[in-house]
């Protein structure tokens, strides 16, 4: 996300809308948790089709695993996309672009709800994590201006737990509404939801200029820095960890006796461990430092996802285990976030908003691999997943401590 709003650099402020004439207002201030209802509606839409996967599978005439390939498509269209939307919208201002971000998600949701193809449902994916690109990192740093300097953290807690809240409560009621009333259904409720939050900014958000351009060359330039160099494969490969079966939900919480009905409270179990795991990472960063709290994550992330393979392999029935080990898989997919950006910012420091955006690309990016790879391992059953989900865990640790000594 986009934090910085001074103007340090031509990077920096390219970050950030500009200044506007007059400071932030109460009603102003007001205006955050709508925008951080549009970044809810953005992290539902992200993973909402995991939820419903073997449903839409069937109706479309495709398998679970080619199927899964629809959440590759957003995650690596939204990684691929965000700088270069960045780019090309920094002069346009904040209002138009926040409400033809959010409206484009809502057409594009429109689109996937009805897509009479799996190939049109793909395109559709496409279009909205582009919307949703658009969206994200400029909600935040709108949200930061308008509460001010004496506010800007705790505004940016709001906005960024728009996303989080969507993976404890969006996936799980996305799931619900797609049993009640079908897949097509629970993402025309998204599209609403993202159309009715763009009313909302186009009535209320007050007129926020743009800002300068900046290549996209000069964008990414930080890359030349080793330490940022070894800090953002660790995001991908972390998350890949994390979602290698995110995406495969229902057949592999099947596995571990979880009936399709139930699905949803396993899914509020890991989306709690999200929310908690994000919480207390970032306040153990600060006291213990990244590289502690990342180790514990990925022994934590391999324990759950471990622990769920074993009870597939066994054949085992143990529902409250399940509970359990989800929270763990939760927690240790989402902890991993607060110490990567503290590792990137320290390595960085000059470039932050930069470094936080493109660590937000590595996110997308180690979902989307971990979609295709549980897509290939998804013949070999759900043990399988689990087990190779749980190992690179393993891996992620042992690279973290392989790159430590060039940045912390």
Excluded at 122 to 140: K, L, Q, S
Excluded at 288 to 306: D, H, I, K, Q
Aim: glycine share 10%.
């Amino acid at each position: 996300m986009n934090i910085s709003l001074r103007r340090e650099s031509p990077a920096a402020a390219a970050a950030a809308p500009a200044a506007a004439t007059t400071g932030p207002t109460p009603s102003r201030t007001g205006l955050v948790p709508v925008l951080a209802l549009g970044t809810f509606a953005v992290g539902t839409d992200a993973f909402v089709v995991a939820g419903f996967l073997p449903d839409l599978a069937a109706d479309l005439g495709v398998s679970t695993a080619a199927a899964g390939q629809a959440v590759t498509a957003f995650a690596a269209a939204y990684a691929l996309l965000s700088p270069v939307l960045a780019t090309l919208t920094a002069r346009v201002p904040r209002r138009t672009l926040l409400v033809a971000a959010l409206t484009g998600l809502g057409v594009a949701n429109l689109a996937t709800a009805l897509a009479p193809t799996f190939a049109a449902l793909i395109v559709a994916r496409v279009a909205a994590a582009g919307a949703a690109a658009a969206f994200t990192p400029n909600a935040g740093a709108v949200a930061a201006f308008l509460a001010g300097p004496e506010r800007r953290a705790r505004a940016l807690a709001v906005v960024v737990g728009g996303l989080t809240v969507a993976t404890a409560l969006g996936v799980p009621l996305g799931d619900v509404a797609g049993e009640l009333t079908g897949w097509r259904w629970a993402l025309a409720a998204v599209a609403a939801l993202a159309l009715l939050t763009a009313a909302a900014l186009a009535l209320l958000l007050p007129a926020l200029p743009g800002n300068p351009a900046v290549p996209l060359r000069e964008r990414l330039a930080v890359l030349r820095r080793p330490a940022v160099r070894a800090v953002l494969p660790l995001t991908v490969l972390g998350m890949t960890a994390a979602y290698t079966v995110y995406a495969y939900s229902v057949p592999v919480l099947a596995a571990v006796g979880v009936g399709e009905s139930d699905t949803a409270w396993v899914l509020s179990l890991y989306g709690l461990g999200a929310v908690l795991g994000n919480l207390a990472s970032g306040y153990a960063t600060d006291r213990f430092g990244p590289v502690r709290v990342l180790s514990t994550g990925y022994l934590v992330l391999a324990a759950g996802l471990g622990g769920l393979g074993l009870l597939a392999a066994s054949g085992t029935r143990a529902p409250a285990l399940v509970g359990l080990l989800a929270v763990a898989w939760g927690a240790g997919s989402w902890c991993q976030t607060p110490p990567q950006q503290h590792r990137l910012i320290a390595a960085a420091p000059q470039g932050a908003p930069l470094v936080v955006a493109l660590n937000s690309s590595a996110i997308y990016a180690g979902i989307g691999s971990g979609t295709v790879l549980g897509g290939l391992t998804a013949h070999a059953g759900a043990a399988t997943m689990y087990a190779t989900a749980a190992a690179l865990a393993a891996v992620a640790a042992a690279c973290l401590f392989a790159t430590v000594g060039r940045t912390r």
